[in-house]
């Protein structure tokens, strides 16, 4: 069993930054794949990014590609996206994921685990 809490959401202006981070329970944590989806108002929640056990690879969405980055600290049992370029579309609600393999996939329905989310509101 995995336990996952998110942190470092806020609001912050259009060309800004902010850095989630992801904080896991669980002596396996870092034999799990780990992937950051979000979810806007009225909308389905779609992968961000995503990250291998090792941290040797990683993927992100075309919408994100060049602006974000997801890193991962196993000593710490942390998963961090760095974003930067904010955009008022990337307003949402972020979820870090774990998946209980270890490589990732673009499919939220392969992840096991899942966070209460952090809030990112970009205003233009």
């Known amino acids: 069993q995995v336990q996952l809490v998110e942190s470092g959401g806020g609001l912050v202006q259009a060309g800004g930054s902010l850095r989630l981070s992801c904080a896991g329970s669980?002596?396996?944590?870092?034999?799990?794949?780990m992937g950051w989806f979000r979810q806007a108002p009225g909308k389905e929640r779609e992968f961000v990014a995503a990250?291998?056990?090792?941290?040797?690879?990683?993927r992100y969405a075309d919408s994100v590609k060049g602006r974000f980055t997801i890193s991962r600290e196993n000593a710490k049992n942390t998963v961090y996206l760095q974003m930067n370029s904010l955009k008022p579309e990337d307003t949402a609600l972020y979820y870090c994921?774990?998946?209980?393999?270890?490589?990732?996939?673009?499919?939220?329905?392969?992840?096991?685990?899942w966070g209460q989310g952090t809030q990112v509101t970009v205003s233009s």
């Open positions: 994921a774990a998946r209980g393999l270890r490589y990732y996939t673009e499919r939220a329905e392969d992840y096991d685990y």
């Open positions: 669980g002596r396996t944590f870092s034999s799990y794949a």
């Open positions: 990250i291998t056990w090792s941290g040797g690879s990683t």
